[in-house]
Each structure stands twice: as C-alpha cells, then as structure tokens.
C-alpha cells in the first residue's frame, strides 16, 4: 500500500485542500474575531455570515495587476511569496492529524517541521531585500533578528519535549501523552513528578509566546509594523504576491498551532479516557489555539523591536535553559529512584 | 534582580488583565448599528432642519404668517407667504420654503416663533447630489404627514 501512487497523490490533495481552505478562511475568521472582540460585526455583507468574504477578496487579488516595479531584483522578488507558501504546506506532511490519518510518517519530524519553519523566514529575508525598498529591507533585518532571538528558546523548550518522551517523530510524542489530560505533557501530573508539572506549564507558555513571534504574529509583528513600515516586506507586493504572503502567514499560524497540540496537549488524544480520540479532538485543539493566536492579537499593541529582543534574551531564554536542566535532573532522579 | 522577577511577575498578570478584558467582549452582543439595513430613530432632542408643528385639533399649521422666524433667520434661508381669507381676521400660511443649503441649524427661528408653529424634524437621511433637493416645501411636507 506505501508504494502506490494515490496514497502520495491523494494525500497532496487533501493537504493543499486543508491548507488552501485554512489560508483562505482563517482571514475571515480573523476579521470576525477582531469585529467581536471590538463590539462589530466583522464581515457579513458577502454570503451567509460574510462566508463568502475569502472568495471575494481571493477574485479581486486575481484580477489585479502582478506588479514587478523597477529596480527590483526580479527573480528573487517572484520567489518571495513562493517561499512563503511552500515551507508551510510541506510541514503539513509531517504533521500527523491522528494515529491513523498521516500523510506520511517521518522519525525526525519534530527536526523536519523546525528546518522548514527556519526557511519561512527566508521568504522575508528575500522579499523585504529585493523589494529595493527602505521599509522592506528594514523589516526584513528585524524579522531575521527576531526569528533567530526566538527560535533559541522555541528549539530549547522542544528538546525538553523530546527529553520527556525520548523521540523526535511527532506521533510517537502524541503516542505518549495517550489516557486523559492529566498526561499530557502541559500538565504532566500522574506521569511526572509534583515538580514536573509546576515547570511544564511555563514551558508551554515560552512555547506558545515563541511561536506567535516565529509567525509574525501582533504583537510581535515587527516586520510588517504598519504604522512605522508601511507594510514591511510586503511594501510592493500587490495582488497575488500579497495575497500569498498572507496565506503563508496564516499557515504557519496553522502549524504552530498543529505543533503546540501535538507537543502540549496530547495530538489527537481526548481529554477523558472515555471519550474516543480522533481527528476531531484534534482539529478541536488546533482552533481552539488559533482562536487564543487571535484573542492575543486583538489584545495586545505591538511591541518595540528592542523590548521584544529583551523578552528573548533576557528572560524566556534564560527560563527554558533552567527548565531544559531541571527536566533533565529530574528524568535522572526518577531514573535512578526507579 | 529583584526588578527582574518583579518584572515577568507583574508583566504576566497584566497581560492575562488583557486577555480577561478582551475575552468576555467576544461574546458579548454587537453594538454597532447596521445602518443602511436598520434605520435608527433619533432621539428626542435630535436638531434636525425645521419643520411645521400640526395642530392636533385643526390638523393644520398653527402658523399665523407673523413672519418673525423669516427676520430671526440670520442666513435668510426662510420665505413664508401667506394671505388673508375673505371674512377671516388671522392670515393663512400658503407657503413655506426652507433653503436648507444656506441654513446653519441655529434654531434662531424655532426660539423666536410665539405660536408654537416650528420645530426641528429628526430627520438626518438628506444626503443628494442634486441642490434643489434642499429646497423643503414645509406646507407640503405637513400635508404629506397627515
């Protein structure tokens, strides 16, 4: 069965369709969300409930004009947007949706999905440089500062994940937070020991709080910074270019959300034993934490690019080294107590 | 280092005030109105341009052509016109023209009538292209209310 073709074809299909529909629609979720939080409506002239609000804005980018100004550098200002996508659906690949629903199973995957969120960044990089703009490239600079500020404690917090469960591949991590919510790795109580499950919620949070810098997320979105940038890297890409920037984005919202479930909350594993697990629990999770990316988003104004360096230096990375070791005594107390 | 932990300590918690203060906006109901497809109505002391006051008893205006809101104009935005029925001593109002493009919502007019005749109208949809639209026949109006 692994060698025929439609597992690789149907399985390509279903993740750009989960993918295409995610960019798509969380734009719509995200407009609504802010309308709500701010007492509106959001979206809802275009279809039931503005549904149809993405088709909408997905047809006027189409048809507008693919701009290439002068004295861009043309093939790196096409590859940009590109860039911007691909890495995000590949991760897709590896992300497993259930035990059984996995496109395909990789052994390092928790590596895989890091390296690709690292070339995310790269579309960016390209983007705001050979856009030939002051604002793009000023954009692109702190967006590489900031990702390479918050990959360190992101990375960290993932190898005290990996330490726990002694495996890089994203299902077996899943595999062993299996049985209720008291065993996943958020709040490790019958598992780990009293000690564990005081320092794994603070894990969580440096997690969480990376992974909405890693996206570029308000209020970390210093790239694109509207007020002081105009619209960073994203300056002079107008129609389709733009509109794949933006899906990029909310991908790697997906994914981020996808690996928070999967590392904290169990995968697709239901929060009592009971109740069968399944995809649905965890298409639960993943929505439930793109809300939460929301709600933050929605909440907080955005940062200053040296207060949010500050916040990575000096006080998330310094908190996931000390749990990285303290992770680390505490699996050689038990080994030995054991 | 004492500023340090205080620091994260108190950063947290004002971040989670954050959150407490935005979540519970989510699922509260819409304030906005939804304009063109509800109407709102105005409110009671809402000035909008003039209009003539009907008379419950006679149906008509209590408008006595004194002409005293014409002089109180102070754009001269107001014509009255009016003429005396044979046999009757008050004269009647034929004519009331509002140019609302000169006027300037003063309320001059509706202090200065003694009768009662004026008042502001809440209406507020007066958007056009056209500058005759400005131009209230307010006799007109009375009767079209009826």
């Known amino acids: 069965m692994d060698t025929s073709i439609w597992r690789p074809i149907l399985y390509l299909i279903g993740v750009m369709a989960f993918a295409g529909v995610n960019a798509a629609w969380l734009g719509w979720c995200e407009r609504k969300g802010a309308g709500h939080i701010q007492r509106r409506i959001g979206p809802k002239e275009v279809g039931p409930y503005g549904l149809l609000q993405p088709l909408a804005d997905g047809i006027k980018l189409m048809t507008k004009q693919l701009l290439v100004p002068q004295g861009v550098d043309g093939i790196l200002f096409r590859v940009a947007p590109v860039l911007a996508m691909i890495p995000a659906i590949t991760s897709m690949v590896a992300i497993p949706f259930s035990a059984t629903f996995h496109a395909r199973p990789i052994e390092l995957s928790v590596l895989l999905i890091f390296a690709l969120a690292s070339i995310g960044m790269m579309a960016i990089l390209l983007g705001g440089w050979a856009s030939n703009n002051k604002y793009s490239l000023i954009s692109a600079a702190r967006s590489v500062s900031q990702n390479v500020a918050y990959e360190i404690p992101m990375l960290i917090t993932v190898i005290t994940i990996v330490m726990l469960s002694g495996s890089m591949n994203l299902e077996e991590i899943a595999l062993q937070q299996k049985g209720g919510f008291w065993n996943w790795y958020i709040f490790p109580i019958a598992g780990q020991s009293i000690a564990q499950a005081i320092i794994m919620p603070v894990s969580f949070l440096i997690f969480f709080t990376c992974s909405v810098a890693e996206t570029n997320r308000a209020p970390f979105d210093m790239a694109e910074a509207e007020s002081e940038l105009i619209a960073g890297h994203m300056t002079e890409y107008g129609s389709m270019g733009f509109g794949l920037f933006m899906m990029g984005e909310y991908l790697n919202i997906v994914v981020g959300a996808c690996l928070t479930a999967i590392l904290f909350f169990g995968g697709w594993d239901s929060p009592l034993p009971f109740i069968p697990s399944g995809v649905l629990w965890f298409v639960l999770k993943i929505y439930l934490l793109i809300f939460t990316f929301i709600w933050i988003r929605w909440t907080y104004p955005r940062t200053q690019i040296y207060k949010l360096l500050n916040l990575s230096w000096k006080i998330l990375i310094p908190f996931s080294l000390a749990i990285l070791l303290l992770t680390a005594v505490f699996i050689k107390i038990e080994g030995i107590l054991i | ?146």
């Open chain 2, 1 to 146: 280092m004492n500023e340090y932990w205080r620091d994260i300590l108190y950063g947290t918690k004002s971040l989670l005030i954050g959150l407490k203060v935005t979540g519970p906006e989510f699922f509260k109901p819409v304030i906005t109105e939804q304009y063109p497809h509800f109407v709102p109505v105005m409110k009671e002391r809402f000035r909008g341009h003039i209009e003539l006051t009907r008379n419950e008893e006679t149906g008509g205006s209590n408008c006595v052509v004194c002409g005293m809101c014409q002089r109180a104009c102070p754009s001269s935005c107001i014509t009255v016109e009016g003429e005396k029925p044979e046999g009757s001593k008050k004269k009647v109002l034929t004519r009331y023209i509002l140019d609302f493009t000169k006027c300037s919502l003063c309320g001059s007019c509706v202090e200065s009538c003694n009768f009662n005749a004026i008042q502001f109208s809440r209406e507020y949809n007066l958007a056009s292209t056209n500058k005759s639209d400005y131009i209230f026949d307010l006799v007109k109006r009375l009767e079209e209310q009826r």
